[in-house]
Structures are given as C-alpha cells and as structure tokens.
C-alpha cells in the first residue's frame, strides 16, 4: 500500500517537474522571439492574456500599448495598490502626435470626441491628480485612453507620455 502511494507521489511530482520546466522552456522562447505575453487583471481594460511585441513603437490610434508610467505617476499608482510594484500599465492609444485633449466641466475629451468623465477623488476618496485646459500631442509622444472603464487611471491624469516609456504595442489574444 505505501509503494502505490510512493509512486502516485513521485508521478505527482515528475508531473509537476514536467509542467514547470515547460512552463520555463516557453517562457524563454516567447522571450527570445521578441514578444512578452502578458495576463491583465486590470478592470481598465477586458481582462485576458496580450501579446507584446517588444520594442514596438505605437503608430495608430486604438493601438494596445505596453508602458512603464513615469516615476510621479508609478508612485501613486503602486502606492494605491493599482497595479504591484513595477507592473508596466497596458492601454489603449488614445491620440498621437497632432491631436489634441482638453479638460471641459471635469469630461475628457480627445479631438473634440468625449472620451469620459474626470474625477477629483479616486475609488478609495484619494485625490487625483488634475489637468487643465487643452494640450496638443507632441512629436515622440502618446495619449493613453481607456474608454473600458470610466475610472481608469489613464491620460485623463497623467496627460500625453514620452513614446520612449513604451516597452511594445500588441493585442488581445484572449479576453474573459
């Protein structure tokens, strides 16, 4: 009887084994094609597993984009528990270089499109940061916009980004 269990336990464990050296050997070859394969559990985009081609600048509008936030923004953003320490944000590009946003009456809008509500406190009663007035996107530079949830940390507060953030563009694979 203990030898069946002996053997149900190592089978278990070479399963296991099998399974995390697998797990690692796809891993690295997902690396070395220059791709990164991401799980979002952000409620600010559909949740679901992305690919990013690393390095991938963003040319389009629409466009799902992979970036580090700047280190102002990254401090609230991990200090509020949005995202675990040195998480990059996945987001949709909502503007490139020439278009336009503006803060109007706390609504966001992008090239006179109204992209959603600005809010002054965030879902825990913190205060947001806030822009001001109307911005034109500058050469290098992107506007990230989420419209999946009204509340989504996005550039409705931290404004147009430096493109040299981005760590690469790529799309939904699988979304739940």
């Not at 949740?47 to 280190?71: C, D, H, K, M, N």
């Not at 336009?100 to 992209?115: E, I, M, P, Q, S």
């Not at 509340?151 to 507060?157: I, N, P, T």
Request: hydrophobic fraction near 45%; charged fraction near 20%; proline fraction near 6%.
């Amino acid at each position: 009887m203990k030898h069946i269990r002996f053997k149900k336990m190592v089978r278990l464990y070479v399963l296991a084994a099998s399974l995390i050296g697998s797990t690692i050997c796809v891993d690295e070859a997902i690396t070395l094609s220059g791709h990164e394969l991401i799980v979002n559990t952000s409620p600010s985009m559909p949740r679901g597993l992305y690919w990013i081609a690393l390095g991938e600048q963003p040319t389009r509008r629409g466009e799902i984009v992979s970036f580090v936030p700047p280190a102002s923004v990254g401090a609230l953003i991990y200090a509020r528990g949005w995202l675990a320490k040195g998480m990059p944000l996945l987001k949709p590009v909502g503007a490139l270089a020439g278009d336009t946003y503006c803060v109007k009456d706390r609504r966001f809008v992008v090239n006179d499109v109204d992209a959603g509500p600005v809010f002054l406190l965030d879902g825990q009663g913190q205060p947001l940061p806030q822009i001001a007035g109307c911005h034109r996107i500058d050469r290098d530079q992107f506007l990230p916009v989420s419209s999946h949830l009204d509340r989504s940390f996005d550039g409705r507060y931290m404004g147009a980004l430096s493109t040299h953030v981005v760590l690469g563009t790529g799309r939904a694979l699988l979304t739940f």
